[in-house]
């Protein structure tokens, strides 16, 4: 995981970076010349720009600037007669190795080991170092995209640690097109943007007659490759270039004639700065999109986001963030899982969707099959959804087409308890809390449920059997009417971060058998590993009737829901050739499914345990100082959840600014400020995330005066 040790921490001082990163489609395709010559014609267009070798290979220490294999005294040969810029040296190497090999080889040939975020510090060392001296670095990688630094990352990790865009320079010849092809579809899948693309002929023109073979070939990859990149709608040039037997000051100046349009291109990109188009961004999100549970008149305040990765979020401005929410349950797993992106893409090649009515898919099948496999034993069947809201409203639906199949016709209505958070649609939130629900809004449209109050005894106190009184008495008065019992079990989720004692789930499911009703258990927020069993339910033993499931289902990559029931449930909805009456457009989908099946494939390796276990231990040990702190009501710790309950509400805004400037992301609601960090983060992270909080309440940001 790269997340101790990226790139930007917090705020980072000084000018955001401004550079293009030069790439080829393999090694001796021309980089060197091109970033040269390019170097020219942006001195030449009056752009104070150095080329940068990042890692050097093939060359000893201390002679970066004159061995005859470096790159360095090429630069440097473009731009001898011009007049120099001022604090700017054409060149700059930042490592230099001396086999002659791919970086990770170099490296640990010379003892060292090299990583995307530590070179990509450098960089932004380096620039911070020419103190404005310069307005655009080239910087030239080693080989190909897919070079290796190390075991885990390529030369495109540090691209996208850095998030440049990219001058693509490709070998113009036979292969040509396999070579380029597979390079802008990795730079795609790393969703970094190509500038432009250079050909150069790998053989230099020929004295005499051209081969004409060669010539139809080389005139056809340019246009083959345009008619490609326009097909994927990018319009990045297709630049093509001569190569020159002898690199004297007319060759030079050639080339960089051939390049002036690129360098005046290069040159408006250095003038906007991405602070501005940051704030753009927002001031646009302002007068058009509407977020969750917010004003479109009072503007809330926002961050924009730009890239993710491992527990970070990476912000519009160059900041880079510790999630400490995974993204509301979802990103368990962390963001840009690799095993993920791959099940998204591979899906996606094969088939993204189709509807589910009369087809099915393997994504589908096999997912349905590893769900029941994971769940409490006794559930049979799975219906899947697009949301967790959805899932909920099909299991409410199950529950009453199974009663009506068993001919019970007056049992309409759920029995629920306080505190309880089940999504935002009109059934699912009839058995919201409520008041945090906010029911009295919509009084006359809302079914009207039954509550009961919330299971009393914490999950860490002895089980007091008379927390079940009030569910008792409320199946006692209404049970003929209840259609089935729904919560979430051991923790209520976003109605309260609320962690309860598995034993009344046990008392539960009894007094449901006895009363006719089914019992839910809505682990949209619980399921996958959260609370440190994979689903809540095993906390207690206890099979429920049905079960929901979301969220971190794909590891917060897509959304998709599952609504899983007994094989009684749907042999009493199915009797008499009657079907279950729900079927969203987009039911199973397979990119969904597939992404799915990966994010299950991380939780069978089983370092989940562990994780979420390092979570509690940290958590625990980081949130206990917050205890003493005036205004703070409890504090409580349960898996990978940790809570912070103030006695009145926060103020939102203030702590997601405060929080912001600490270098984490974290984002409280009504008296609640809470972490559930993505599994992976390190231990380090979740200490910052804690001690964010904790200086957030020591400031106040807390306060409504804040
Ligand atoms: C988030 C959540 C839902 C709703 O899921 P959406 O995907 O937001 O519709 C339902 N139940 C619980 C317990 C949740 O946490």
Known sequence: MRGADSTGGAMREGRPLCAVFVSGTGTDVGKTVFTAALLRALRLAGVAAQAVKPVQTGVPAGEEYDALQADAPVYTAAVADLPPVPGLAPAAVLRCFSLPASPHLAAAYDGKRLKAAELARDILKHWDGLNGAAELLLLEGAGGLCVPLNKREDMLDLMDALDLPVLLVSGNGLGALNHTLLSLAALRDKGLRLAALALIPTQPAAAGAPDEDEARILADNPRMLRARLAQAGCDAPVLELPRLARLDGAAWQRLAAELSPLAEELRRSVECPRGE????????????????????????????????????????????????MSSWWAAAHGYNHPRLLAALRSQAGRMPHVMFGGLTHAPAVELAERLLAHMPRGLERVFFADSGSVAVEVALKMALQYQQGRGETRRTRFLTPRGGYHGDTLGAMSVCDPVTGMHSLFAGLLPRQI????????????????????????LEQHGKEIAAVILEPVVQGAGGMWFYHPDYLRGLAELCRGAGTLLIFDEIATGFGRTGKFFAAEWAGVTPDILCCGKALTGGMLTLAATACTGDVAREICREGRVFMHGPTFMANALACAVAGAALDILDENRWQGQVAGLETAMRQGLEPCRQLPGVADVRVLGGIGVVEMEQAVNTAALQTCFVEQGVWIRPFNRLIYLMPPYPSPATDVARLCAAVEEALRRGAHRADA
């Open 277 to 324: 188009a940051a704030a753009d961004l927002v001031s646009r999100d302002h007068g058009a999109v509407w977020h969750p549970y917010a004003s479109a008149v009072e503007l809330p305040p926002l961050c924009a986001a730009r890239r993710s990765h491992d527990n970070r979020i990476v912000l519009a401005d160059g900041r880079e963030l510790i999630d400490g």
């Open 451 to 474: 509550f009961m109050e919330r299971p009393s005894c914490r999950f860490d106190a002895p089980f007091d059997p008379a927390s079940l009184d009030d569910a008792r008495r409320a």
